[in-house]
C-alpha cells in the first residue's frame, strides 16, 4: 500500500504557472509508475500526464503537451507536474495516481490503484 498526498494547487490568472508535488508513503517509490490525472465538475477524470519507475518514459495527454511537465524524485518520494501558461480550462481537481502493474498501453483511470485527496487548481481569466 502507498498514500499520495497531493498539494501545490491554488487560484492564478491565465497565463501563469504551477508546480504541483505529489509526496508518496511507500519503502521504494521507484516500485511504482505514476501518473496525473484531473477531474473538472461535471467531467469525467481525465488522463495528463504519467512517468515511469525510473523517469525514463513519459506519457502526456494531447491536450497538455507543450505546457504540462511531469517528474519524479524516487529520493524525495515525491512527483511533481509543473504547469506552464495555464488556461481557465485547466481548472480542475488534479490527482495524483500510483500503480505497480506493468502497464502495457496508454495511461487510463482503471489502471492504477492508490490515489491522492486531489488539489484544487483553478484559473482566472
Known amino acids: 500500500q502507498v498514500q499520495l498526498v497531493e498539494s501545490g494547487g491554488g487560484l492564478v490568472q491565465a497565463g501563469g504557472s504551477l508546480r504541483l508535488s505529489c509526496a508518496a508513503s511507500?519503502?521504494?517509490?521507484?516500485?511504482?509508475?505514476m501518473a496525473w490525472f484531473r477531474q473538472a465538475p461535471g467531467k469525467e477524470r481525465e488522463f495528463v500526464a504519467a512517468?515511469?519507475?525510473?523517469?525514463?518514459?513519459?506519457t502526456s495527454a494531447d491536450s497538455v503537451k507543450g505546457r504540462f511537465s511531469i517528474s519524479r524524485d524516487n529520493a524525495k518520494n515525491t512527483v511533481y507536474l509543473l504547469i506552464n501558461s495555464l488556461k481557465p480550462e485547466d481548472t480542475a481537481v488534479y490527482y495524483c495516481?500510483?500503480?505497480?502493474?506493468?502497464?502495457?498501453?496508454?495511461?487510463?483511470?482503471?489502471?492504477?490503484?492508490?490515489w491522492g485527496q486531489g488539489t484544487q487548481v483553478t484559473v482566472s481569466s
Open positions: 495516481a500510483a500503480t505497480d502493474r506493468i502497464l502495457l498501453g496508454t495511461p487510463r483511470t482503471r489502471d492504477y490503484d492508490y
Open positions: 511507500a519503502r521504494t517509490l521507484s516500485s511504482y509508475d
Open positions: 512517468i515511469s519507475r525510473g523517469g525514463g518514459r513519459i
